[in-house]
């Protein structure tokens, strides 16, 4: 089962200095159909004004996801930790017990990120924070895992849920794999391009909802940059 969730249809809005849209219920959006996919809770596309992002503020026992598409989103938080992620790379704060951040745009140019919530395995936990590059270059024609918490994938940052988010870059006509397994769930979203993943189409920024496919087979209708939360 695939669902095409187009981006022109989901929640959010402009705000001023942020434009967000919500592939799940989020703030002022609510859909009872769209509440989680599988661990997945949250799925926020955002752009960040120039000189603008989020004050600081608490979050606790959710593993948060950012990928950046656009520019670069600088993090501070009640840790000590400091750090600018750019784009392609990503960045991983897993909330715990709790913990206060900020997220700025210091950069001269709008930011663009995905904002992706994970529901961990159990509550409670030390919080932290880490970021790290992951080359376009190094995922071209296939998937590499950014974050996750299955024990075999060593070389991705870690967070504590039974899930796992990917990467991949497709040139136009090209065509990689995705082992899901039967009885996973799958979210997945070209941040920019067009693909089509088992005989269903996407354009840039939709969501395709996934599940009870064993192998998922994406073709790039258009160079495309894609990002999948196999999660659990």
Do not use: C
Not at 80 to 89: L, P
Not at 143 to 160: H, K, N, Q, Y
Request: avoid cysteine; proline fraction near 3%; aromatic fraction near 8%.
């Amino acid at each position: 089962m695939i669902e095409l969730r187009p981006f022109n249809g989901l929640g959010g809005g402009h705000h001023g200095w942020l434009d967000s849209r919500h592939h799940f219920s989020f703030a002022g959006y609510h859909d009872d159909a769209r509440i989680n996919w599988g661990r997945l809770r949250v799925w926020n596309d955002d752009e960040i004004a120039a000189g603008s992002g989020f004050d600081p503020h608490p979050h606790a026992n959710m593993e948060i996801i950012t990928y950046v598409t656009q520019g670069a989103i600088t993090h501070k938080d009640s840790l000590g930790n400091t750090g600018r992620t750019e784009a392609g790379d990503v960045q991983v704060m897993s909330a715990g017990t709790g913990i206060r951040h900020s997220e700025y745009n210091l950069e001269k140019e709008t930011t663009k990120l995905f904002q992706i919530w994970i529901v961990p395995n159990e509550r409670g936990g030390a919080p932290y924070w880490d970021a790290k590059p992951f080359p376009k270059d190094a995922r071209a024609g296939r998937f590499v895992t950014l974050a996750s918490g299955i024990a075999s994938d060593t070389d991705a940052l870690p967070i504590r849920a039974d899930a796992r988010v990917a990467g991949a870059t497709l040139a136009a006509g090209t065509t990689t794999e995705y082992r899901l397994g039967v009885g996973r769930y799958a979210y997945l979203v070209a941040a920019r391009g067009a693909i089509e993943i088992n005989g269903v189409r996407a354009g840039t920024r939709d969501g395709l909802a996934i599940a009870d496919e064993d192998l998922l087979r994406v073709t790039a209708l258009e160079e495309s940059e894609i990002v999948l939360v196999d999660a659990g």
